[in-house]
């Protein structure tokens, strides 16, 4: 156990639909990093925050966004949901914000869109 | 992504040494890692290596970084059957920018 959770576990839905990923990191991490793994796109890396802001953005479509809250957990908002975004999606958590050489990953939340 | 490349597959005999290559294009990397993934279960990170090195020794784990080539490799000694799983290269650029290979899937036949 990483000591990072992520809910829901399972999540279906329907296109054109939007969804709320939560994820809370590791007690004492400030970092929290996003991604996506697929089959075909492999993993990507979404976004990162550190204490509330945006340190670093990766692959992150438009329809997606993500906050970090006062409490450290943060969520991602996956709006206008497509078929191609059917994916795992990872949260990590890390104590360094910039040279963050120890990330530690959630168990993830499976997204099916129909 | 970006590329980051690693062979898809890998099956070796228990006991048997197993070597897992990636190779990367950005010399600008800071920090190499090395990443396990159970089926079901999330990454685990299982080293990681400061561009500068060039080798670095963790029990069972060697990793080897040639800078020159862009290439990273992962020497598991002595592979057990609980080593079997897939198997991710990253690197993280200036920026904070991280970037994974696509996995090696490496089997462990007893």
């Known amino acids: 156990d990483s000591g990072v959770t992520q809910t829901p576990k399972h999540l279906i839905t329907a296109t054109g639909q939007r969804v709320t990923l939560r994820c809370s990191p590791r007690?004492?991490?400030?970092?929290v990093y996003w991604y996506q793994q697929s089959l075909d796109q492999g993993l990507q890396f979404l976004i990162q925050y550190y204490n509330g802001e945006e340190r670093a953005k990766g692959n992150i479509l438009e329809r997606f966004s993500a906050q970090q809250f006062p409490d450290l957990h943060s969520e991602l908002n996956l709006s206008s949901l497509e078929l191609g975004d059917s994916a795992l999606y990872f949260c990590?958590?890390?104590?360094?914000?910039?040279?963050?050489?120890?990330?530690?990953f959630g168990p993830g939340t499976r997204l099916t869109v129909t | 992504g970006e590329d980051v490349e690693q062979s898809l597959f890998l099956s070796v005999r228990e006991g048997d040494s197993s070597v897992i290559n990636c190779t990367y294009t950005d010399s600008s990397s800071t920090y190499l890692y090395w990443y396990k993934q159970e089926p079901g279960a999330g990454l685990q990170l299982l080293t990681y290596?400061?561009?500068?090195?060039d080798m670095k020794q963790d029990q069972r784990l060697t990793v080897l970084l040639n800078k020159k080539d862009k290439h990273l490799s992962l020497r598991i000694a002595d592979t057990q059957t609980g080593d079997s799983a897939i198997y991710f290269c990253a690197e993280s650029r200036p920026g904070n920018q991280f970037y994974f290979g696509t996995g090696t899937s490496l089997t462990v036949i007893p």
């Open positions: 990590a958590s890390s104590v360094e914000g910039a040279s963050s050489y120890e990330q530690y």
């Open positions: 290596i400061f561009s500068n090195m």
């Open positions: 007690s004492g991490d400030l970092s």
